[in-house]
């Protein structure tokens, strides 16, 4: 149990992320689940606006800015991590140079019409549901996204391996830290191609370290009668206020994306 001490802290402990705010506004009040639900919803009627329709997208994002708003969520901290998209950004940008058909002059580069409009249709739908996964997370501590995946009845399984997976992460950065903290203390500092020997063998003792410490964890969890499905401690419920308050967002949405379709 000594052995495993600081283990069990880690997965007892810590419901803030690094992506979590602080805050006591009217968004972070909201049960979790509600929370899960409306960005679904929200992310789900973005993807079905047509792409032509570029009015829609720009109201969407005056709803994510209300929202944000509303979340007391400064627009710098939501921008900083927006840059996460940045692979598909590059992505996007590739489209008009490499997809067939229609071609059309652009500062002197010849690009493809629908290479353009499937540029657009990424960058817009994409950073929107990007923005609004930022804003969920901004919002909603790290075990409260759990449990309200848990209330969303998402398979336990899934759950369960979503909760470890997060939680175990910290103590395998922590065990990260420590070799590399030795490795400096004993002069090594990785220069070149032949140091990678050393760091992959720290790698490959990172793993094993991290799979003996996973087993006695198991072992612990079922001497403490764990039959494969975790206790419900905290049993999270929304009024219909909070599940209107929370829909609002999404049903916002669907009606710019009925008058898309439809204007």
């Known amino acids: 149990m000594g052995a495993d001490g600081g283990t069990s802290h880690a997965f007892s402990s810590g419901g803030a992320h690094r992506l979590y705010r602080h805050g006591h506004s009217p968004v972070h009040a909201l049960p979790p689940h509600t929370k899960l639900a409306a960005v679904l ?78 540029a657009w249709n990424v960058l817009a739908k994409g950073t929107l549901g990007v923005a609004a996964s930022v804003l969920l997370a901004a919002t909603t501590e790290l075990r409260a996204l759990l449990l309200g995946l848990q209330r969303l009845k998402l398979p336990p399984l899934l759950v369960q391996i979503a909760s470890f997976m997060v939680r175990y992460g910290d103590v395998i950065t922590d ?32 793993f094993i370290r991290s799979y003996e410490r996973g087993e006695r964890v198991h072992l612990a969890m079922l001497s403490r009668g764990y039959a494969g499905s975790m206790p419900v401690i905290d049993e999270v419920t929304a009024s ?22 439809t204007l």
């Open 41 to 118: 919803a929200f992310v789900l009627v973005v993807v079905s606006t047509p792409r032509e329709a570029m009015w829609a997208f720009a109201v969407y994002a005056g709803l994510l800015a209300g929202v944000a708003y509303a979340a007391r969520v400064p627009a710098g901290f939501l921008l900083k991590r927006l840059l996460i998209e940045v692979p598909f950004v590059a992505f996007a940008v590739l489209l008009p140079f490499v997809a067939e058909g229609e071609r059309v002059d652009v500062l002197g580069l010849s690009l493809s019409v629908n290479g353009l409009w499937g």
């Open 175 to 206: 065990e990260m830290r420590r070799m590399r903290i030795a490795r400096e203390s004993r002069g090594f500092e990785a220069r070149g191609v032949r140091h990678w020997g050393v760091l992959a063998k720290s790698a490959g003792a990172l």
């Open 240 to 261: 219909r206020a909070q599940w209107s308050y929370a829909l609002a967002l999404p049903c916002a949405a669907l009606v710019v994306c009925l008058l898309g379709w």
